[in-house]
């Protein structure tokens, strides 16, 4: 059993790669400003250039093993893995928890979602007078 699929308008008149012509050009910024330079600093990984030098010989996987024989590597990614363990459930629950008390009707809930909220408010607030002094008619 198939379906058909009804184009109408102009749709059904143009070619069926023309969407991916309206894609090509993210995609190419994509591709110039991320894929690129993710390539490149995987290939300057197995050199022994400097942080900002040229060039450099190349090392193989030198560079690789004496990372992972180095002791604050391993401490590093230790921190950054408790990191991850707890303040991500931390970020994804606590906020799930306030909106469902935000949400709830308990007595004082208008006073807990003004005061919520306010931070919020106040730095709108604060950035709109800053710009309305600094695009002010005697400028900053």
Same mark, same amino acid.
């Given at each position: 059993?198939?379906?058909?699929?009804?184009?109408?308008?102009?749709?059904?008149?143009r070619?069926?790669?023309?969407?991916?012509?309206?894609?090509?050009?993210?995609?190419?910024?994509?591709?110039?400003?991320?894929?690129g330079?993710?390539i490149?600093?995987?290939?300057? +990984?197995? /050199?022994?250039? *400097?942080? &900002?030098?040229m060039?450099? #010989?190349f090392?193989? !996987?030198?560079?690789?093993?004496?990372i %992972?024989?180095?002791?604050?590597?391993? +401490?590093? /990614?230790?921190? *950054?893995? &408790?990191?991850?363990?707890? #303040?991500?459930?931390? !970020?994804?629950?606590?906020?799930?928890? %306030?909106?469902?008390?935000?949400?709830t009707?308990?007595?004082?809930?208008?006073?807990?979602?003004?005061?919520y #909220?306010?931070?919020?408010?106040?730095?709108?607030?604060?950035v709109?007078l800053?710009?309305?002094?600094?695009?002010?008619?005697?400028?900053?």
């Amino acid at each position: 059993m198939t379906t058909a699929i009804h184009l109408n308008g102009a749709a059904r008149y143009r070619p069926p790669w023309v969407p991916l012509l309206w894609c090509a050009p993210a995609l190419l910024m994509i591709t110039i400003w991320s894929v690129g330079p993710f390539i490149g600093t995987i290939a300057l +990984s197995f /050199t022994d250039t *400097s942080p &900002l030098g040229m060039g450099g #010989a190349f090392v193989g !996987l030198d560079n690789y093993r004496s990372i %992972l024989q180095d002791p604050a590597f391993w +401490s590093a /990614t230790g921190n *950054s893995v &408790l990191y991850a363990l707890i #303040a991500v459930p931390l !970020l994804v629950v606590l906020p799930l928890l %306030l909106a469902q008390l935000v949400h709830t009707r308990l007595p004082g809930m208008g006073f807990f979602r003004s005061a919520y #909220a306010a931070p919020i408010v106040a730095s709108v607030v604060a950035v709109g007078l800053v710009w309305q002094n600094l695009l002010g008619e005697q400028g900053p």
